[in-house]
C-alpha cells in the first residue's frame, strides 16, 4: 500500500557496478559463481522488435538456458510478425489499412494488448494512445532521414484521428476495427513489454528462476542470483551513455523508462523527441524522463509513456493511486519525484541539467 501521496527525498547516491547499455541498465551481483550451486550466468543478444534483446540466466545447465533463450527469441519474432507496423502482413497493418471498414480479424495476442492499451488509455486521461500512430507520417526522429518540424496545420488535421476510444474490439468474435477512415495503430509503447512478459513465462517454464531479459528500456528480473535481488541503474536524462543517476533493488518485477534522449533532434534550441503528446501531436515538454516498477512489463512499458506525457504532478498522482506500480520521473525542471512506495528502495543523485 502507498504510505504517501507523494515523496521527494534526497538520499546520498552510491558507487556501484558498471552499467549495461540502453536506457536502464541491470547490475549483476559481483560474484558469477553461486557458492550453493554452481550456477553461472548464461548470456545471449539478439535484434527484436528495433531494439537489442540481452537474455541471461543464473543456472547449472547452460544447454537447457540456451534452449529456453531460443523460445524466447522465437516468441519475440512471432509477435513482432502480429503486431509490427514494418512486417507485411501483420495483423496491425491490416487493421490500418480497413480503417473505417469493417471488423479485422487479429490474433488473441493483439486483443490482449488492444484492451490493455484502451484500460491505460482511461487511466492517463487519453495520454497513452495507440492510434497515435496517425501522427507517425509527419514526424521523424530517425538519424538517417530529413529530421523536420512538421507543418502545424497538417498536424491539426490529423488530431481527430487520435482517438483510442474510437479502437474498437470484438474479443468473443477475435476481431477489431478502427471506426474513422484513416485512422492507424501503433503498438511500440506497449508491445515489448506484452513481448517481455511472454519471455519471462517461458524461461519459468523450463525451470530457470534468477533471469534477466532487457529489450530496449524495458527490462525485467526474475529471482535473486547469489541470494541477493537485483541492482538496477537508471539512465541519467541528460547524461553521457551508461550514466546513471539512480539505483534501485529488484526481485521478479519489472522496470521500464521512457524518455526524451533516445531519439530526439533540436530545431531553433528545442528538442524534439519522439514521444508525442496525442492532444497536442508533438512532442511531450513536461518530462525529461518517467520510469514505472512493477509486476507486469506490459504495464510498465504502457504507464512510463502516458506518465511521461501526463509529467511529474499529474503522473505521480496516477502512480499513488495505481496498485503495485511504483515510479521516478524526472521533470522538464530536473526536479525528482520518487513514489512513496519506492522511496525506501531507491538512492538517488539530481541528474545532469542541460537542454
Given at each position: 500500500m502507498k504510505s504517501a501521496p507523494l515523496a521527494r527525498?534526497?538520499?546520498?547516491?552510491?558507487?556501484?557496478?558498471?552499467?549495461l547499455a540502453g536506457t536502464l541498465a541491470a547490475c549483476a551481483p559481483p560474484d558469477t559463481?553461486?557458492?550453493?550451486?554452481?550456477?553461472?550466468?548464461v548470456?545471449?543478444?539478439?535484434m527484436a522488435m528495433g531494439s537489442e534483446l540481452r537474455l541471461t540466466a543464473w543456472t547449472t545447465d547452460e544447454a537447457a538456458a540456451r534452449a529456453a533463450f531460443k523460445e524466447v527469441f522465437d516468441e519475440f519474432d512471432r509477435l513482432e510478425n502480429l503486431m509490427s507496423v514494418w512486417r507485411e502482413g501483420s495483423d496491425?497493418?491490416?487493421?490500418?489499412?480497413?480503417?473505417?471498414?469493417?471488423?479485422?480479424a487479429v490474433s488473441p495476442e493483439v486483443i490482449d494488448v488492444l484492451t490493455l492499451a484502451r484500460q491505460i488509455g482511461e487511466w492517463t486521461g487519453g495520454k497513452f494512445d495507440v492510434s497515435f500512430g496517425a501522427l507517425s507520417g509527419l514526424w521523424r526522429f530517425d538519424h538517417d532521414q530529413d529530421n523536420r518540424v512538421p507543418d502545424a496545420d497538417?498536424?491539426?488535421?490529423?488530431?481527430?484521428?487520435?482517438a483510442y476510444e474510437h479502437v474498437e474490439l470484438y474479443a468473443r468474435a477475435g476481431t477489431a476495427r478502427l471506426a474513422r477512415p484513416g485512422m492507424s495503430v501503433h503498438l511500440g509503447g506497449i508491445g515489448k513489454g506484452y513481448a517481455v512478459d511472454r519471455g519471462a513465462a517461458r524461461l519459468r517454464a523450463h525451470g530457470l528462476t534468477d533471469f534477466l531479459i532487457q529489450?530496449?528500456?524495458?527490462?525485467?528480473?526474475?529471482?535473486?542470483?547469489?541470494?541477493?535481488?537485483?541492482?538496477?541503474?537508471?539512465?541519467?536524462?541528460?547524461g553521457p551513455a551508461n550514466q546513471s543517476f539512480a539505483v534501485l533493488e529488484l526481485s521478479d518485477g519489472t522496470l521500464s523508462t521512457s524518455g526524451d534522449y533516445e531519439r530526439f533532434f533540436f530545431h531553433e534550441g528545442r528538442r524534439?523527441?519522439?514521444?508525442?503528446?496525442?492532444?497536442?501531436?508533438?512532442?511531450?515538454?513536461?518530462?525529461?524522463?518517467?520510469?514505472i516498477v512493477s509486476n507486469q512489463a506490459v504495464l510498465a512499458d504502457a504507464l512510463s509513456t502516458g506518465v511521461f506525457i501526463l509529467g511529474p504532478e499529474r503522473g505521480m498522482a496516477l502512480i499513488?493511486?495505481?496498485?503495485?506500480?511504483?515510479?521516478?520521473?524526472?521533470?522538464?525542471d530536473n526536479e525528482v519525484l520518487v513514489s512513496s512506495g519506492l522511496a525506501p528502495h531507491v538512492t538517488w543523485r539530481t541528474p545532469t541539467d542541460a537542454p
Amino acid at each position: 500500500m502507498k504510505s504517501a501521496p507523494l515523496a521527494r527525498s534526497r538520499p546520498a547516491f552510491p558507487a556501484f557496478a558498471a552499467l549495461l547499455a540502453g536506457t536502464l541498465a541491470a547490475c549483476a551481483p559481483p560474484d558469477t559463481t553461486s557458492p550453493d550451486r554452481g550456477a553461472r550466468p548464461v548470456t545471449e543478444t539478439r535484434m527484436a522488435m528495433g531494439s537489442e534483446l540481452r537474455l541471461t540466466a543464473w543456472t547449472t545447465d547452460e544447454a537447457a538456458a540456451r534452449a529456453a533463450f531460443k523460445e524466447v527469441f522465437d516468441e519475440f519474432d512471432r509477435l513482432e510478425n502480429l503486431m509490427s507496423v514494418w512486417r507485411e502482413g501483420s495483423d496491425v497493418l491490416r487493421l490500418n489499412a480497413a480503417a473505417g471498414g469493417d471488423p479485422v480479424a487479429v490474433s488473441p495476442e493483439v486483443i490482449d494488448v488492444l484492451t490493455l492499451a484502451r484500460q491505460i488509455g482511461e487511466w492517463t486521461g487519453g495520454k497513452f494512445d495507440v492510434s497515435f500512430g496517425a501522427l507517425s507520417g509527419l514526424w521523424r526522429f530517425d538519424h538517417d532521414q530529413d529530421n523536420r518540424v512538421p507543418d502545424a496545420d497538417a498536424v491539426r488535421a490529423r488530431l481527430p484521428l487520435v482517438a483510442y476510444e474510437h479502437v474498437e474490439l470484438y474479443a468473443r468474435a477475435g476481431t477489431a476495427r478502427l471506426a474513422r477512415p484513416g485512422m492507424s495503430v501503433h503498438l511500440g509503447g506497449i508491445g515489448k513489454g506484452y513481448a517481455v512478459d511472454r519471455g519471462a513465462a517461458r524461461l519459468r517454464a523450463h525451470g530457470l528462476t534468477d533471469f534477466l531479459i532487457q529489450s530496449g528500456g524495458d527490462l525485467y528480473v526474475g529471482g535473486r542470483p547469489e541470494g541477493r535481488p537485483w541492482r538496477l541503474g537508471i539512465q541519467d536524462p541528460r547524461g553521457p551513455a551508461n550514466q546513471s543517476f539512480a539505483v534501485l533493488e529488484l526481485s521478479d518485477g519489472t522496470l521500464s523508462t521512457s524518455g526524451d534522449y533516445e531519439r530526439f533532434f533540436f530545431h531553433e534550441g528545442r528538442r524534439y523527441h519522439h514521444i508525442l503528446d496525442p492532444d497536442r501531436g508533438e512532442p511531450a515538454t513536461a518530462s525529461r524522463s518517467a520510469t514505472i516498477v512493477s509486476n507486469q512489463a506490459v504495464l510498465a512499458d504502457a504507464l512510463s509513456t502516458g506518465v511521461f506525457i501526463l509529467g511529474p504532478e499529474r503522473g505521480m498522482a496516477l502512480i499513488e493511486r495505481l496498485p503495485d506500480v511504483e515510479g521516478i520521473i524526472v521533470g522538464a525542471d530536473n526536479e525528482v519525484l520518487v513514489s512513496s512506495g519506492l522511496a525506501p528502495h531507491v538512492t538517488w543523485r539530481t541528474p545532469t541539467d542541460a537542454p
